[in-house]
């Protein structure tokens, strides 16, 4: 699980069924130096959505297999957001 921050949404005209309800988020993922305080992230990733995370919120990402786990059925997710984040504390 990474943390990120939510810069963005994706809108999608044409879209699976299976993705009903959700919204899609431009995030930027943390690096090690982001808990440090630098300005520095991972290249931007699409997080699947369901708890209603805004733009500039941190969240808790999940990736690959356990991205999909929240669905009773198989379904194509690479990046869940898992949690909304109030706050967070970094010690060296």
């Not at 810069?7 to 309800?21: E, H």
Request: glycine share 8%; aromatic share 10%; charged share 20%.
């Amino acid at each position: 699980m990474r943390m990120g921050t939510v810069i963005g949404r994706v809108t999608l005209s044409v879209r699976t069924k299976k993705f009903t309800g959700e919204r899609l988020l431009l995030t930027l993922p943390w690096k090690k130096e982001t808990f440090q305080g630098a300005d520095s992230f991972a290249p931007a990733i699409v997080v699947y959505d369901e708890l209603g995370a805004n733009i500039g919120q941190h969240i808790a990402i999940s990736e690959g297999r356990e991205a999909a786990c929240p669905f009773p059925t198989p379904t194509p997710v690479d990046a869940y957001c898992a949690a909304l984040v109030d706050e967070h504390f970094y010690k060296n």
